[in-house]
């Protein structure tokens, strides 16, 4: 089965995240495909290359890093809920006048026209938080 994840929790706000990282864990583990995680509101900040836990908390962009490594998945960002929230890639930074971006490695920002395209090609959207 192919999935499509849609993240709607900041990091460390809401479990929203942290249970997508486990549900897409889980669904790897047992053979299901993952078409893209789409990331959406308050869950763009999970793309925020600032965000700093502490040492006793979960580092959970790390980990989409290591698992969208291991796994060549599709972390996408979307572009207007990040601008709204200051998420911005070194380009759009530029563009946008402001002094830098802040988007971590491995994720993309995109439109919902790409979420419109994973829903079109999987098998289950799930979403998480909100």
Known sequence: MQFTLVVYGAPHA??????????????LASGHGIYRVFFYGDGVHNGSALVAPPQDE?????????????????????IAAAQRRGVLSASE???????????ADGFELAGLGQL????????????FGG
């Open 116 to 127: 419109a395209e994973a829903a079109a090609v999987s098998d289950r959207i799930v979403t």
């Open 14 to 27: 809401s479990g929203g995240a942290n249970t997508a990282l486990r549900f897409a864990r889980a669904a």
């Open 93 to 103: 930074a530029s563009r946008l006048e402001k002094p830098s971006g802040n988007l």
């Open 58 to 78: 979960q580092d959970l962009l790390s980990q989409w890093q290591d698992l969208k490594i291991a796994h060549d998945l599709d972390l996408t960002i979307c």
